[in-house]
């Protein structure tokens, strides 16, 4: 009877020690599976779609790839890069204003002066445009900022 008692107590033991491991096992896969297939926030998904009609604005009415280029890397001495410029990353006022209202005169783009002017395109691009066109050069070609330029935003800037 004991002895029946005993074994029972070692095989409860033995169960409880693999259920543990097993769970622990389970867990640990469990919470990696969650890590890979954490659903993007609305703040992403949001930005996604910026930076893809943003892409669409850069090629089409925007105009900016015949100046800036396909690859955002602008021609040395005349147009400056976009792609890693501390210029436009530098500062975000700044950059939504040189989209609104263009440039003209000297500035260094990563050590380059540039002494050209772009065109304003404030009268052509809605504030949404000049919002997506902006999160589209700054998530490219190397350049990364998931803080969402928002149409509020540009539309605070307009003169
Ligand atoms: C006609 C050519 C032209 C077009 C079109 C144009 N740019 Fe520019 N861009 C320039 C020139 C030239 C400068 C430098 C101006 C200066 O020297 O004062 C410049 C400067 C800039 C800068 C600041 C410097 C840098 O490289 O970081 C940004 C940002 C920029 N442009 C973005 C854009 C975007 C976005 C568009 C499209 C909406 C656009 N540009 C369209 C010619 C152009």
Not at 35 to 50: F, G, H, K, Y
Not at 119 to 137: I, K
């Amino acid at each position: 009877m004991l002895k029946h008692s005993f074994s029972s107590y070692c095989f409860v033991l033995l169960c409880t020690f693999l259920l543990a491991c097993a769970g622990g096992n389970s867990q640990t896969e469990g919470s990696e599976h969650t890590e890979e297939q954490a659903a993007p926030s609305a703040e992403n998904i949001a930005l996604q779609e910026s930076i893809k009609r943003g892409e669409a604005i850069y090629n089409g009415v925007g105009l900016c790839v015949t100046c800036h280029m396909a690859d955002g890397k602008g021609q040395e001495g005349l147009f400056p890069p976009l792609a890693n410029s501390d210029y436009l990353m530098g500062d975000r006022k700044r950059a939504i204003l040189q989209v609104l209202n263009g440039a003209v005169g000297e500035m260094v783009v990563n050590g380059v002066t540039y002494n050209g002017a772009m065109p304003g395109m404030g009268a052509t691009l809605s504030d949404e445009q000049v919002a997506d066109v902006l999160n589209y050069v700054m998530n490219s070609w190397g350049n990364e900022n998931e803080d969402m330029i928002k149409p509020e935003e540009v539309a605070a800037l307009r003169e």
